[in-house]
Nanobody
Protein backbone atom coordinates (compact mmCIF):
# COMPACT_ATOMS: atom_id res chain seq x y z
CA UNK A 1 0.00 0.00 0.00
CA UNK A 2 1.64 3.19 -1.21
CA UNK A 3 1.28 6.05 1.23
CA UNK A 4 2.32 9.68 1.01
CA UNK A 5 2.42 11.72 4.19
CA UNK A 6 2.91 15.46 4.12
CA UNK A 7 4.11 17.55 7.04
CA UNK A 8 5.48 20.97 7.83
CA UNK A 9 2.59 23.18 6.93
CA UNK A 10 1.54 26.04 9.14
CA UNK A 11 1.09 29.77 9.37
CA UNK A 12 3.71 32.31 8.44
CA UNK A 13 3.83 36.01 7.75
CA UNK A 14 4.28 37.32 4.26
CA UNK A 15 7.94 37.40 3.32
CA UNK A 16 8.71 34.45 5.55
CA UNK A 17 9.73 30.89 4.75
CA UNK A 18 8.30 27.46 5.28
CA UNK A 19 9.35 23.94 4.32
CA UNK A 20 6.89 21.17 3.70
CA UNK A 21 7.88 17.52 3.47
CA UNK A 22 6.44 14.46 1.81
CA UNK A 23 7.48 10.97 2.81
CA UNK A 24 6.58 8.04 0.61
CA UNK A 25 6.31 4.47 1.77
CA UNK A 26 5.00 1.13 0.60
CA UNK A 27 6.56 0.89 -2.83
CA UNK A 28 9.76 -0.25 -4.41
CA UNK A 29 11.81 2.77 -5.20
CA UNK A 30 12.56 3.53 -8.82
CA UNK A 31 13.15 6.71 -10.68
CA UNK A 32 9.81 8.39 -10.19
CA UNK A 33 8.23 11.79 -10.44
CA UNK A 34 7.16 13.45 -7.21
CA UNK A 35 5.38 16.75 -7.26
CA UNK A 36 3.71 19.35 -5.12
CA UNK A 37 0.32 20.74 -6.00
CA UNK A 38 -1.77 23.28 -4.16
CA UNK A 39 -5.43 24.13 -4.01
CA UNK A 40 -7.58 26.84 -2.54
CA UNK A 41 -11.32 26.38 -2.05
CA UNK A 42 -13.28 26.99 -5.20
CA UNK A 43 -10.27 26.74 -7.49
CA UNK A 44 -8.61 23.95 -9.40
CA UNK A 45 -5.57 22.25 -8.02
CA UNK A 46 -2.42 23.66 -9.57
CA UNK A 47 1.04 22.20 -9.96
CA UNK A 48 3.77 23.96 -8.03
CA UNK A 49 6.96 21.96 -8.50
CA UNK A 50 8.20 18.50 -9.42
CA UNK A 51 11.35 16.45 -9.11
CA UNK A 52 12.52 13.15 -10.55
CA UNK A 53 13.67 11.05 -7.61
CA UNK A 54 17.17 9.73 -8.00
CA UNK A 55 18.30 12.69 -10.03
CA UNK A 56 16.93 14.63 -12.92
CA UNK A 57 15.52 18.02 -13.75
CA UNK A 58 13.18 19.93 -11.51
CA UNK A 59 10.19 21.88 -12.69
CA UNK A 60 8.45 24.91 -11.25
CA UNK A 61 5.32 26.85 -11.92
CA UNK A 62 5.91 30.45 -12.88
CA UNK A 63 4.47 31.52 -9.52
CA UNK A 64 7.07 29.45 -7.68
CA UNK A 65 10.12 30.06 -9.86
CA UNK A 66 12.88 31.84 -7.97
CA UNK A 67 11.15 31.52 -4.59
CA UNK A 68 10.61 27.79 -4.11
CA UNK A 69 13.04 24.90 -4.32
CA UNK A 70 12.30 21.19 -4.43
CA UNK A 71 14.72 18.57 -3.20
CA UNK A 72 14.92 15.02 -1.91
CA UNK A 73 16.81 13.42 0.92
CA UNK A 74 19.57 10.86 0.64
CA UNK A 75 17.34 7.81 0.73
CA UNK A 76 15.10 9.37 -1.91
CA UNK A 77 11.84 8.65 -0.08
CA UNK A 78 11.28 12.17 1.26
CA UNK A 79 10.83 15.23 -0.90
CA UNK A 80 10.92 18.76 0.41
CA UNK A 81 9.43 21.97 -0.88
CA UNK A 82 11.27 24.96 0.52
CA UNK A 83 9.17 28.07 0.14
CA UNK A 84 10.77 31.48 0.58
CA UNK A 85 9.46 35.02 0.19
CA UNK A 86 5.97 33.73 0.77
CA UNK A 87 3.02 35.78 -0.39
CA UNK A 88 -0.60 35.86 0.68
CA UNK A 89 -1.52 34.15 -2.57
CA UNK A 90 0.60 31.14 -1.61
CA UNK A 91 -2.04 30.28 0.98
CA UNK A 92 -3.44 26.88 0.03
CA UNK A 93 -3.63 23.23 0.88
CA UNK A 94 -0.44 21.66 -0.43
CA UNK A 95 -0.56 18.12 -1.74
CA UNK A 96 2.22 15.71 -2.54
CA UNK A 97 1.82 13.48 -5.57
CA UNK A 98 3.73 10.47 -6.83
CA UNK A 99 3.92 9.03 -10.30
CA UNK A 100 5.34 5.52 -10.16
CA UNK A 101 5.64 4.84 -13.88
CA UNK A 102 8.69 6.95 -14.62
CA UNK A 103 10.47 10.27 -14.54
CA UNK A 104 9.03 13.75 -14.67
CA UNK A 105 8.56 15.18 -18.12
CA UNK A 106 8.18 18.80 -19.00
CA UNK A 107 5.07 18.04 -21.03
CA UNK A 108 3.35 16.06 -18.27
CA UNK A 109 4.34 17.16 -14.80
CA UNK A 110 1.63 19.80 -14.44
CA UNK A 111 -1.23 17.42 -15.07
CA UNK A 112 -2.97 15.73 -12.16
CA UNK A 113 -3.66 12.70 -14.32
CA UNK A 114 0.06 11.93 -14.47
CA UNK A 115 0.10 10.98 -10.79
CA UNK A 116 -1.33 7.83 -9.33
CA UNK A 117 -0.85 8.48 -5.61
CA UNK A 118 -1.69 11.51 -3.51
CA UNK A 119 -1.18 12.60 0.06
CA UNK A 120 -3.84 14.08 2.31
CA UNK A 121 -2.43 17.59 2.17
CA UNK A 122 -0.92 20.09 4.56
CA UNK A 123 -2.25 23.61 5.00
CA UNK A 124 -0.04 26.62 4.40
CA UNK A 125 -1.39 29.98 5.46
CA UNK A 126 0.42 33.23 4.70
CA UNK A 127 -0.80 36.37 6.39
CA UNK A 128 0.11 40.03 6.03
Amino acid sequence: QVQLVESGGGSVQAGGSLRVSCTASGYDYHQNCMAWFRQVPGKEREAVAAITTGGGPTYFADSAQGRFTISQDGNKLTVYLQMNSLKNEDTAMYYCALETVGSCYASRWRGEAAYNFWGQGTQVTVSS
